[in-house]
């Protein structure tokens, strides 16, 4: 911290905390000038709810949003919208190998 | 969204600009920058373009993050639930509940007292005492050191004990490798040759209760017929300051609305009987008794305080010492950014134990039937230390919830509570703004220092590793 001199003990761990936290992740958007470099066009996590880039958009990704549909499905607890691969369309991902790569490939499904 | 000003107290000391943050308790010091946000903000809320008016992002941010500043949705203070095992570390055992005085502000023996001793033993024998001991080293596993406070009554009408209570708790602290210090209160009227002789080969701490010059302590410290104690514990008192060499010599002040000069009090104490250190503390009262301090009388007194801490400043920017432990206390906690769930140790990691071997939150509790906690023999009753401690809660203290002072004071003692308004849960609010405007006395002096003399603060580092 360079505006703010940490004094006592507490205000030690105070300041420790804030440079060692993870800034993306504490909530109300702090000033643009305190936020982590991310380059533009990056998403740092793959995980639903994160993918945006440090502008906050999703348009400029390197990974592509619709990744997301696939990580709800097969690995993560999110409670996403995603057909139902037990009964009813059960080969909806059968031509993605890779979501990365293959993603395009995922079937639209209209029940 | 807007940001405003979060939750602190804004005070200055040696020049410089400082923060005291609540409840957090952090001290930061501010630079030209930062406090040019805080003045935009004092005028109003403000939108993020507004404040980068003001200032650059980077002093946003760190504010923001320290949460000096807030944004509309308030922080709220994350629940702090009680500890389901929190080690003891002090005792204070009061060996007797006999006095030879009869002080008429005593909280034991006066008109406000809680204690109910009837048909109780008013001396601890050697086999609850030694119950005490060891049910203080079981109770406290996991923690180095262990202190003893011996306690009354007068402590020295059983000497005898004391002295057994010592060799066998340091015995037991040997065979655990582990450390023990004592320390005991006393009036000092029974205090010998051969007694003070023992205190200092052993290393016990004393502290005497005594309220001044002979005019201001014979007001109330008084023996049965109404005869002043000052002249019989004078010599006393400076025969230990001269022959106790390895602990500091500790005066304890009891004032009242007829005892009040704290100028006075401090001289006498400190230059012509040499204490080394001298703590005052108002009568713990009812507010009807005659003795009790008003509001007017506390203003006084506090504008004592504040002389007396500007003194202690003066010698701790030359580096010396000065004994006005009111202060020293205070800036311990504020060094170490202590926020306190409860204002003390009670029920917590301090118990009381009377001499029938009743365990109380503290030893001002001691002997009263309705805040015994449990027996050295059978332990603690955790639904009733559980009670005790969630009403003593700060987050329960709903008066408390705006308050600056409230990391430190926490409500304050949950005896004066009781005394007060029948409940230990109860804030003290008759202590409100006094304690706000000790804890900014308090704030300034430690900015002081920390602007023109940091290294003296190294004294209170030193002295919490070792509590």
């Not at chain 1, 643009?32 to 990704?61: K, N, Y």
């Not at chain 1, 059968?94 to 639209?108: E, Q």
């Not at chain 2, 969630?390 to 409500?411: E, N």
Request: hydrophobic share 35%.
């Amino acid at each position: 911290m360079k505006h703010l001199r940490a004094v006592n003990h507490k205000a030690r761990r105070i300041q420790e905390h804030i440079e060692n936290d993870v800034v993306a992740m504490q909530g109300p958007p702090t000033p643009a000038g305190q936020r982590p470099h991310v380059p533009m066009g990056c998403s740092i996590v793959f995980s639903p709810g994160w993918e945006v880039d440090s502008s906050g958009g999703t348009a400029g990704l390197c990974q592509p949003v619709e990744r997301d549909l696939y990580d709800c499905y097969i690995s993560c607890y999110w409670p996403a919208q995603v057909p139902d691969h037990m009964n009813n369309y059960p080969d909806w991902t059968a031509k993605c190998a890779a979501a990365t790569k293959d993603w395009r490939n995922i079937d639209l499904v209209f029940p | 969204m807007n940001f405003r000003l979060g939750e602190f107290h804004a005070f200055s000391g040696g020049g410089r600009r400082f923060l005291y943050t609540v409840p957090s308790a952090g001290i930061f010091e501010l630079d030209d920058t930062s406090a040019a946000v805080l003045a935009r903000l004092s005028q109003g809320e403000a939108t993020q373009e507004e404040l980068l008016a003001a200032a650059d992002a980077e002093t946003i941010g760190e504010l923001y993050q320290a949460r000096i500043i807030a944004t509309t949705e308030a922080f709220v203070d994350p629940p702090q639930p009680l500890p389901d095992n929190f080690p003891l570390q002090t005792m204070v055992m009061n060996l007797t509940n006999q006095c030879n005085l009869s002080c008429q502000y005593c909280y034991e023996f006066g008109e406000d007292k809680v204690a109910t001793p009837e048909g109780k033993p008013k001396f601890m024998d050697f086999e609850t005492a030694s119950a005490s001991v060891d049910y203080l080293f079981t109770q406290s596993a996991g923690r180095h050191g262990v202190h003893i406070t011996f306690f009354g009554g007068e402590t020295l009408m059983n000497f005898p004990l004391l002295k057994k209570v010592v060799d066998y708790a340091k015995q037991k602290a040997a065979d655990q490798g582990r450390a023990i210090d004592f320390s005991l209160t006393t009036n000092a009227t029974l205090l010998t040759p051969a007694i003070i002789e023992y205190l200092s080969a052993n290393e016990i701490g004393v502290t005497v209760s005594m309220d001044g010059d002979k005019a201001s302590h014979d007001k109330f410290r008084v023996f049965a017929n109404g005869k002043g104690s000052y002249d019989i514990i004078e010599p006393r008192v400076r025969e230990l300051i001269k022959e106790h060499k390895t602990r500091p010599i500790v005066a304890r002040v009891t004032m009242t609305s007829q005892a009040m000069d704290v100028l006075g009090t401090y001289r006498h104490l400190k230059n012509d009987l040499g204490f080394h250190e001298i703590g005052f503390a108002p009568v713990t009262t009812s507010p009807n008794r005659l003795y009790s301090i008003d509001n007017r009388g506390l203003d006084s007194v506090l504008d004592q305080f504040g002389v007396l801490a500007s003194e202690y400043l003066d010698h701790a920017l030359r580096g010396e010492h000065h004994g006005f432990s009111n202060v020293s206390d205070t800036l311990a906690e504020l060094h170490q950014g202590v926020n306190k769930s409860h204002p003390c140790g009670a029920a917590l990691g301090l118990v009381g134990v009377g001499p029938s071997g009743d365990i109380a939150p503290c030893h001002r509790f001691v002997d009263s039937d309705t805040h015994t906690l449990g027996h050295v023999s059978t332990g603690i009753d955790k639904a009733k230390q559980n009670d005790f401690l969630s009403r003593g809660h700060i987050q329960v203290k709903t008066d408390c919830r705006t308050c600056f002072a409230r990391p430190l004071c926490a409500g304050g003692c949950h005896h004066e509570a009781y005394v007060r308004y029948g409940d230990t849960g109860h804030p003290n609010l008759h202590y409100c703004d006094w304690i706000r405007g000790w804890t900014n006395i308090c704030l300034e002096i430690y900015g002081a220092i920390a602007a023109q003399n940091p290294d003296f603060l190294r004294h209170f580092s030193d002295r919490k590793a070792a509590a």
